[in-house]
């Protein structure tokens, strides 16, 4: 729908929407739920709800209010599951100054939960995922390979010291890292979720024009990820992208399989993607770092005239 004061919409698969209320305050609004990802419940919450939070600081806006959105079994659970859902989902809101105004819960087999999530934004100063320049350096803030730990650990094979590493990246969120890049020159933003590193990272290339080329070794991974790659514990999400991506995306014949599987591997809560100018990267990277906040330089942006979006060497 076209709307003078719709100045963020679908049409680059952004991470949230943005609506204009007056000349220097606009609306940022999104949502996400899903199903659990964790056995016990208030992580599960915790985790849906830093996810769902995410897309707000992906935009460079910060989230007011939330909804929460909950389907619970009629039978068969019981309902202080639920509970414990929602008060992990609650904690997680209110440690980033969000207030959980209300939500809806409806009657389903399978567990989902989830927010839907406003945030303010000043209509100037909106962080999109297009807009990357050739020269430009991409940062990544956190670690990959949370869909392979958590596939792992429904098989019961996740080593518990990788499956806490894995919930301590979920959990954490990205307003450390947000507050970070707003004070610098951003030409693009998104958070890495559903569709791994190379699809979120392919939206980037496509809605700017550019290639993105992403150095293999110098992905961040969480603790024990290759070793499960490797043996095999790979999400059903990391074929689909890697289907979707057919030609759009190069894998070199000299990444190793593993690697290549983490920078496909669907992320749950996952950092924040940034192409800024290499000294601009730099000076982020100090000032993550002195925010406790993880981060590596794992490609650059090139021009493009055809062949892929991207390229993983």
């Known amino acids: 729908m076209a709307h003078a004061d719709l100045l963020v919409g679908t049409s680059t698969a952004d991470d949230a929407g943005v609506f204009r209320l007056a000349p220097d305050l606009a609306l940022v609004q999104t949502v996400d739920f899903f199903s659990p990802i964790v056995d016990d419940a208030v992580t599960f919450g915790a985790i849906a709800a830093a996810n769902a939070l995410s897309d707000v600081y992906a935009m460079g806006g910060v989230p007011r209010t939330a909804l929460a959105i909950a389907c619970f079994p009629q039978d068969g659970v019981p309902m202080e599951i639920l509970a414990d859902i929602l008060r992990g989902g609650i904690a997680k809101a209110e440690e980033a100054g969000v207030v959980v105004v209300g939500g809806h819960t409806v009657n389903d087999e399978e567990i989902k939960y989830g927010l839907a999530v406003t945030g303010t934004i000043h209509p100037d100063r909106i962080l999109r995922n297009v807009g990357a320049r050739p020269g430009d350096a991409l940062v990544l803030t956190k670690a990959l390979g949370t869909g392979i730990v958590t596939t792992a650990a429904k098989r019961n094979v996740a080593a518990p010291a990788d499956l806490a590493a894995a919930v301590a990246s979920m959990t954490a969120l990205n307003a450390a890292a947000a507050a970070v890049f707003g004070t610098l020159d951003v030409h693009a933003c998104t958070d890495v979720t559903g569709f791994g590193l190379l699809g979120h990272g392919y939206e980037m290339a496509h809605g700017s024009g550019v290639r993105l080329v992403l150095a293999a070794e110098a992905l961040p991974v969480l603790p024990g990820v290759r070793r499960l790659a490797r043996e095999g514990h790979v999400p059903g999400g990391c074929r689909r992208t890697r289907e979707w991506l057919a030609g759009k995306v190069d894998v070199d014949g000299g990444v190793a399989a593993d690697l290549a ?53």
């Open 261 to 313: 599987d983490v920078a496909f591997d669907p992320q749950t809560s996952g950092g924040l993607l940034v192409a800024l100018p290499p000294g601009a990267a730099h000076a982020a990277l100090d000032a993550l770092a002195a925010a406790r906040v993880g981060a590596a330089i794992v490609g650059t942006v090139e021009a493009r005239e055809r062949g892929p979006d991207v390229v993983l060497r």
